[in-house]
């Protein structure tokens, strides 16, 4: 568990790291570097769930490679198969991040939302959604591993 007090906004605490995998995560079906040891930092703190619909076919080793079995989601409603999945483990103990326009409910959703601007780019929907947008996933992770970020930059 992660709580931290945003000063002139609110305090959250997350229980639950939900990621999308294909262009978040993962780059043409393999991890982005550095995102390994960072997940495994946080896993201490937090119960990390990964949501894909596979999209290359290579969800497998990324499972075997984190030591985690993804969600798979259809490939029909894709959005409502996410929000539904965060609603499932009370979005308001979520944090959520993603890229694609399929995150976008699901980032608007949970407790706090993290837009990814990864090697693919990000949906417009998703960065309007979220309540942060980081230029790749090592910093989205790392606002959760030194939330004093969160502070500084949710801080009203």
Known sequence: ?????????RTFTFRHLVLDVNG???KDGHLIEGTVPLL???HSKLDIHLVTADTHGKQEA???TLSMEA???PVENQVKAKLDYIEKLDAESVVAVGNGANDAAMLEHAALGIA????????????LKAKIVTSDIQSALELLL???RLMATLRR
């Open 1 to 9: 568990m992660i709580t931290v007090e945003i000063p002139g906004f």
């Open 24 to 26: 978040t995560l993962a």
């Open 40 to 42: 495994k930092e946080l």
């Open 62 to 64: 990324i499972n075997r």
């Open 71 to 73: 969600v798979k989601i």
């Open 116 to 127: 990814v601007i990864g090697p693919e780019g990000a949906a417009v929907e998703s960065v």
């Open 146 to 148: 030194f939330p004093k």
